[in-house]
Every structure is written in structure tokens, then in C-alpha cells.
């Protein structure tokens, strides 16, 4: 089924973009939180999987992606993006306000999931999927690169940069790599503000994984050339043992449910899902 577009305001007047993808009579919902230069859309094959388990799914395009409103690639502070999740959940609570709520995050998404459940009030959440979260990148910047990045994000955060993005990282998958470059919903931009707030609060996540109160399933591709399996394990290696399930798919690159066995993959997450509720 397609999904139907709705459109919310964010804390600081922005039109943002949603999307959901509602059944009759859902036992869940799941809140999808997309990855960087992409857009809500391209998890449409995701929702209508949930959707076979009478799971219904939103999301919403974060600022600057999309067809939301907002400088492309850029966000104030990472609070801005955690606010604009916590809108989203307003209107699902409206919604459905008895039942459980599912926080699935990729990439980007990951890392603003993970971060939403260790520092707001995650009893909103029952449990969470994050998927290849961007806690470090595999090949980050150094040096001068960094020390750039760094200066850009204090003196000119708004600064907007190609995010350097390789379609063949994105999947192994040619037509997955093809329609991702094809997609006028796509872009490549991302600012020194943004790209400083996620690196730091992944490595932040990663220091206080201990304080980790809510479920999630932690799934990352070994062949993952732009977001870090490794620290996925590290932050896997600092969580209590009863809140983490770690699942690595054996060479599989970034989007995991878009690679060439992506059935299997959205199949297990799924099933992890409804074994949970």
C-alpha cells in the first residue's frame, strides 16, 4: 500500500513532510526515523512489510530532506532533530494513544534514534530496530579534514558541503544504487553543524551505552563502508546485556534492506519486532 502524506509544523515553524502507512485495527506503530540526503519514501517496501504484520508506520522527512522545509543537509543543534521526532510522536499518540511504539532508525536515523532513547524520555518507546547507526564513520575524517569540520561547525555551521557519498557503499544491489542516484528526492549536502553533531553524539553515545533503558536490536552490514560496524559493537559491548541484541549480516553493505537478500533482512526485523510486543 502507499503510504499517505501529512504535514506537521516543527518548534521552530517549519513545514515538515510526513508519511504513514496505516492499517485497521494495528497492534503497533513504529516510528521510522530516515538516514542522511535521503527521504522517508524510500521505505515504502519496509512499511508495507510491517503493515503484513498488522503494524501500521510513520515518518517523516527530516528538515532540509525531502520535500520538509529547511536549508538542505542542515539542523541549528541535533535538539532541533530530537524535537521534530518528538512532534511526530505527538500526533501518533493522538492517534493511537494505548499502544506500543517502535522507534526504527537508519544510518542517520540510527544515530538520532539511539540518542532520542538515551537522552529523552524514552517511555514513549517500548523498544527500538537501529539499523547501521552512524555512531563513527568507517573511513572519518582526520587531521586537517577534521580540524576543518570543526572550525566550520563553530564559526559557520550552515556552511553546506557534498557529503562525499558513494552509491556502489549504499548497496551491492545495481538497481539500488541506480535508484538511489536517479531519485530528484536525493541529495549529497550536508553542513559543518550537522555533520559535527552526529559525529559527536555518536562517540557520546557510544561513552554512556550503560544508561541504556530501553530494548532495541542493533543490526549492521560487516561490509558497511560508511557507518562503522565497530562501533556499533563497541556501543553493543557497553549496553546492559539485557537491552542489546547485536546482528551482524555477513557482507552486506550500508542499507541492509536493500541489499540482494533484503527480504530476509526486513523479514528478521520484523519478526524481532512482533516477538517483542
Known amino acids: 500500500m502507499k503510504g499517505e502524506?501529512?504535514?506537521?509544523?516543527?518548534?521552530?515553524?517549519?513545514?515538515?513532510?510526513?508519511?504513514?502507512?496505516e492499517i485497521e485495527k494495528p497492534t503497533a506503530i513504529v516510528c521510522l526515523i530516515h538516514g542522511m540526503g535521503e527521504h522517508i519514501k524510500r521505505y515504502d517496501h519496509v512499511a508495507e512489510a510491517f503493515n503484513t504484520k498488522q503494524i501500521s508506520v510513520w515518518g517523516f522527512d527530516h528538515r532540509g530532506h525531502g520535500?520538509?522545509?529547511?536549508?538542505?543537509?542542515?539542523?541549528?543543534?541535533?535538539?532541533?532533530?530530537?524535537?521534530?521526532i518528538e512532534q511526530l510522536l505527538v500526533l501518533i499518540r493522538k492517534q493511537h494513544p494505548n499502544l506500543p511504539v517502535i522507534i526504527y532508525g537508519h544510518?542517520?536515523?540510527?544515530?538520532?534514534?539511539?540518542n532520542f532513547l538515551l537522552h529523552r524520555n524514552s517511555k514513549e518507546i517500548s523498544f527500538g530496530v537501529i539499523s547501521s547507526p552512524w555512531l563513527r564513520l568507517t573511513n572519518p575524517p582526520k587531521g586537517f579534514q577534521l580540524m576543518l569540520a570543526k572550525f566550520g561547525a563553530r564559526f559557520i555551521p550552515s556552511l553546506?558541503?557534498?557529503?562525499?557519498?558513494?552509491?556502489?557503499?549504499i548497496s551491492s544491489v545495481k538497481e539500488e544504487q541506480e535508484a538511489y542516484a536517479n531519485d530528484p528526492l536525493n541529495h549529497d549536502r550536508i553542513t559543518a553543524g550537522l555533520f559535527m553533531g552526529i559525529n559527536t553524539t555518536g562517540e557520546k553515545a557510544i561513552e554512556i551505552a550503560g544508561t541504556l533503558k530501553t530494548p532495541i536490536?542493533?543490526?549492521?552490514?560487516?561490509?558497511?563502508?560508511?557507518?562503522?560496524p565497530k562501533a556499533s559493537e563497541a556501543f553493543a559491548k557497553g549496553a546492559?546485556?539485557?537491552?542489546?541484541?547485536l546482528k551482524f549480516w555477513n557482507g552486506l553493505r550500508h542499507e541492509t534492506h536493500n541489499e540482494h537478500n533484503k527480504e530476509e533482512v526486513i523479514g528478521y526485523y520484523v519478526d524481532w519486532v512482533v516477538g517483542n510486543l
Open 5 to 21: 502524506d501529512f504535514y506537521f509544523e516543527s518548534n521552530d515553524n517549519l513545514k515538515l513532510h510526513g508519511c504513514k502507512w
Open 217 to 228: 536490536l542493533l543490526a549492521h552490514g560487516t561490509a558497511d563502508n560508511i557507518t562503522s
Open 107 to 114: 544510518s542517520m536515523g540510527g544515530n538520532l534514534s539511539l
Open 67 to 84: 520535500t520538509s522545509e529547511g536549508k538542505k543537509g542542515h539542523t541549528p543543534s541535533i535538539e532541533y532533530m530530537f524535537d521534530d
Open 160 to 169: 553546506a558541503q557534498p557529503n562525499g557519498l558513494n552509491v556502489e557503499d
Open 240 to 245: 546492559p546485556t539485557d537491552k542489546v541484541e
